[in-house]
């Protein structure tokens, strides 16, 4: 009996071994149908930050990828090009072109967002060609950059919106201005060591008219810090020289991050997304220079942590820009 199953476990082997032996060899020919393709954007890296159209060339867009670099289109998306492959950072918090000569393209690095995921920048970039060739133009330790402004009377004359480092103090960080393109900055708007600056508008008939939405914030490894009472809302009215905090019809508690819009059409009309430290979100309008602000908006629950408005220049309706904190 033992015989037998020997001789049956020996000749199954063998019938293995030769049904082995038969199969084709395999070689990296074998996988040459298995290339990588791209499938996303539905990654970390496919959020898109932000959206600068060449007013020239409406099928020109730069596009700024959160956690993905710059990219170019001259055909309104049917073809893209990687212009910010060789800079120092991947991760872009906004774009800008310079309105009198949209050639000259800005870049902010540091994503605008708070997430765990979220890279950090190394500051200000400019290119005087379209994207073909960057140059750094400091605010290095700025780390997350969230706007940046070119007054339309002076090409030279910038604004830049920090938010500052996301896991520590201090850094540069509020409202920064250059009146030589970007050789030297001098602080506009600083707050404190903890308290940055998420976006920022003019008044487009009077650019020496800004607001700046401040925001205090601090991610650590075990909890998240998304607002405070340092949180709110600022008006200059002499480029950056003096700021003054809005208040009026602002609700009295800690707020969270602020996205900004000021009508082109009827620039009294502020528009300020918001969302409240502890209670959630709200939308709220200004309706004069006063800096008053009146009806609460936009009730109800969003899976969406962020939300600011952007407005379309001819018709002065808004548009929703998304993105996540």
């Known amino acids: 009996m033992k015989k037998l199953v020997v001789l049956a476990i020996l000749a199954l082997a063998s019938g293995v071994s030769a049904a082995i032996a038969q199969q084709p060899h395999l070689d990296s020919s074998s996988f040459d149908g298995l290339e990588l393709r791209a499938i996303g954007p539905a990654l970390m890296s496919g959020r898109i930050a932000d959206i600068a159209i060449d007013p020239r060339h409406q099928s020109t867009w730069y596009v700024a990828v959160g956690s993905g670099g710059v990219w170019k289109t001259v055909n309104a998306g049917t073809t893209w090009t990687p212009i910010f492959e060789h800079e120092g950072s991947y991760s ?21 967002v708070s997430g765990r995921h979220v890279g ?6 400019k290119s005087l060609d379209g994207g073909e060739s960057w140059s750094n133009m400091g605010l290095r330790s700025s780390e997350h950059i969230a706007r940046i402004l070119v007054d339309p009377r002076d090409s030279n004359v910038v604004y830049v919106a ?3 480092p996301l896991w520590s103090s201090g850094g540069e960080r509020g409202v920064y201005k250059t009146t030589d393109g970007g050789g030297s900055w001098e602080p506009s708007l600083r707050i404190s060591d903890d308290t940055g600056v998420t976006d920022l508008e003019l008044d487009p008939r009077n650019p020496d008219v800004l607001y700046a939405a401040a925001y205090q ?3 650590r490894i075990w909890s998240f810090m998304g607002g405070g009472p340092e949180s709110g809302i600022y008006k200059t009215t002499n480029g950056g020289g003096r700021w003054r905090r809005l208040s ?10 602020i996205g900004l819009a000021v009508s082109p059409l009827a620039p009294d009309f502020v528009y300020a997304r ?46 929703w820009t998304p993105g996540f904190t």
């Open 274 to 319: 918001k969302k409240e430290a502890s209670t959630g979100r709200r939308m709220r309008e200004s309706t004069g220079r006063s800096g008053t602000t009146t009806s609460a908006r936009q009730r109800g629950r969003t899976t969406t942590r962020r939300f600011t408005p952007r407005l379309t220049p001819a018709t002065g309706s808004t548009r």
């Open 92 to 112: 872009i918090g906004t774009v800008t072109l310079d309105p009198t000569n949209p050639d000259i393209v800005w870049v902010g690095t540091g994503e605008n």
């Open 248 to 257: 009026n019809g602002l609700p009295a508690v800690d707020m969270g991050k």
């Open 162 to 164: 920090s938010e500052g």
């Open 217 to 219: 914030r601090r991610r």
């Open 120 to 125: 950090y920048g190394d500051g200000v970039y």
